[in-house]
């Protein structure tokens, strides 16, 4: 696919630079020369990130969302980091067995990945309450290295929740340079990660000014990083993940309909209701702009298909013979997933009277919350509490059909554009791969 002789390659994963944000902006990316290509479906950040490090698609990798529900344990678990949950061979294995170095910064699910460079956070949750911010790397004392390098550690603070902004983006760019700069370290193949454009997406809609802003400062950072790779002897590659769509008709919450129902049973304790994974007969992962309802028995799928398909803001409901006729027959999957109208998202809360709101529900808490919470980006009140308002959610994303292309430009010299994120990824295993590959 590639005719390109170099072997040394910068891959970057910009968050939500989505083809329908660069095109309306094309003056501000004239130079770069992004082309559309199609994202995988569901789109989000797991999901993309699987399918292109193994250059498959979700059936074969195995991760059908940022969450997954843990059948033996009764369990749902969101933003797990092991690099096992990824099956399959890795783009990078070919020019990993000939030698070539590969380094991986900021991905998700990437702890234990068959790398030689890699950062990632990892903090220390205390027993009694709080946080002790850390990173994990391989060489161990890489990120206290890079720490001093830049002059200061990263915030976790500002890659998630509230005070999310353009400083986590700040920081990865500047040790994803400094990276490409030491040759001692610097590996063949090195992939990267800018998270804030999905920030102001999210909160202000990707029509915002707010957003144009952000795309901006994205652009600026991809520029910074072509001339420090392009100093360094690298061709690059940069793409969007997924791309984000305005919200114009709010959240739809399928547990709601399925407590109504009968189907999720909650604990009530302190007055609080907590799910009740092990007595429900159906409940829902969500997860933007889909979710996975797993049921206990036929009768109960039976009624959760008919509850869920009538709700507002549902386009579709896929049941395991539909999910593998669009290549989404994954183990991990639901019994059903639901797929959102344009302008809708799913929405985890069970519960309408806020006392039964669970303690995690005014905290950013992305392992124990069932479901994805866009509400952490937003102060609640008091502060240091997050909203619980769905309605100031501007953008979301995940769904599949007309306007989700994302945007990828690249100094490899093509035979042929890649018209979607696998192609893409098999672009860079062609790339980096010994001759044959």
């Known amino acids: 696919m590639t005719s390109s002789v170099k ?8 968050a939500a630079l989505g083809w329908s944000l660069v095109r309306k902006h094309g003056d501000l990316a004239a130079d770069w020369a992004f082309r559309p290509a199609q994202p995988v479906f569901p789109a989000v950040t797991c999901v993309a990130q699987a399918s292109f490090r193994t250059a498959s698609p979700p059936h074969a ?20 980091q092991s690099a096992g949950l990824v099956a399959g061979r890795r783009i990078w294995q070919p020019a990993r067995d000939a030698g070539q170095r590969v380094g991986l910064l900021f991905w998700q699910q990437s702890l234990g990945e068959s790398v030689d460079v890699l950062l990632s956070p990892k903090p220390v949750h205390k027993h009694h309450g709080g946080m002790i911010q850390d990173c994990y790397s391989q060489p161990a004392a890489l990120y206290e290295t890079l720490c001093g390098r830049l002059g200061r ?13 353009r400083k986590s983006s700040d920081w990865i760019v500047a040790a994803t340079a400094r990276i490409m700069e030491d040759r001692a370290l610097a590996p063949d193949l090195l992939l990267s990660y800018i998270p804030h454009l999905d920030y102001d997406l999210q909160r ?44 114009t008709s709010g959240a739809v919450y399928p547990n709601r309909i399925l407590r109504d129902a009968g189907l999720l049973e909650v604990r009530e304790v302190r007055g609080m209701a907590y799910p009740d994974f092990f007595a429900s007969h159906a ?6 702009q889909v979710a996975h309802v797993y049921a206990a028995e036929d009768a109960a799928l039976e009624a959760a298909r008919e509850r869920l398909a009538a709700a507002a803001g549902v386009e579709r409901v896929l049941d395991r013979r539909a999910q593998r006729d669009a290549g989404l027959d994954a183990a991990r999957g639901g019994d059903l997933l639901l797929v959102a109208k344009p302008g809708a998202w799913f929405a985890y809360p069970w519960w309408t009277d806020p006392a039964e709101a669970p303690d995690y529900a005014t905290h950013v808490d992305i392992h124990n919350k069932p479901g994805y919470d866009p509400c952490e980006l937003f102060f609640g009140w008091p502060p240091p ?10 953008g979301t994303h995940g769904r599949d059909g007309a306007g989700t292309e994302v945007a990828w430009a690249t100094s490899l010299e093509l035979e042929r554009a890649p018209g979607s994120l ?16």
């Open 204 to 247: 202000f809609g990707p029509d915002s000014p707010r957003s144009f802003q952000s795309l901006e400062i994205a652009l600026g950072y991809l520029s910074n990083l072509r001339k420090t790779a392009e100093a360094a002897g690298y061709d690059w590659l940069f793409f969007g993940d997924y791309a984000i769509e305005p919200v």
């Open 7 to 14: 072997k040394k390659l910068l891959v970057v994963d910009v």
């Open 153 to 165: 550690s990263f915030n976790l603070m500002h890659y998630w929740g509230p005070l999310a902004s």
């Open 385 to 394: 509490s997050i909203s619980r308002d769905p309605d100031r959610v501007r």
């Open 422 to 437: 696998i192609e893409l990824a098999e672009t860079v295993r062609n790339a980096m791969g010994p001759p044959g590959c």
């Open 283 to 288: 409940f829902a992962m969500a997860d933007h």
């Open 61 to 80: 990798h195995g991760v059908v969302s940022n969450g997954l529900f843990v059948g033996d344990l009764r369990r749902i678990l969101f933003w797990e």
